[in-house]
């Protein structure tokens, strides 16, 4: 028979895993955030240097996010 003092001791453990997975999944979500913001902000650069083509300002009006959108 267990010892009335193992109780608060199992539901500390309880807490602490539960608290350990929630913290794992919190990270994970940071993670995958990051990434694809990291993800976004690359496909904007490229957009951005295909439609300057080399120039300080680009001109607008190309048909290219409307091409981009049919993918």
Do not use: C, H
Request: charged share 30%.
């Amino acid at each position: 028979m267990k010892s009335v003092s193992a109780k608060p001791k199992y539901k500390k453990l309880l807490l602490d895993i539960g608290l350990a997975i929630e913290t794992a999944r919190q990270n994970a979500i940071k993670a995958i955030n990051t990434e694809l913001v990291k993800g976004n902000w690359e496909i904007g650069r490229q957009i951005v240097e295909f439609e300057q083509q080399g120039q300080e300002r680009a001109e607008y009006g190309s048909d290219l996010l409307a091409r981009l959108q049919r993918i």
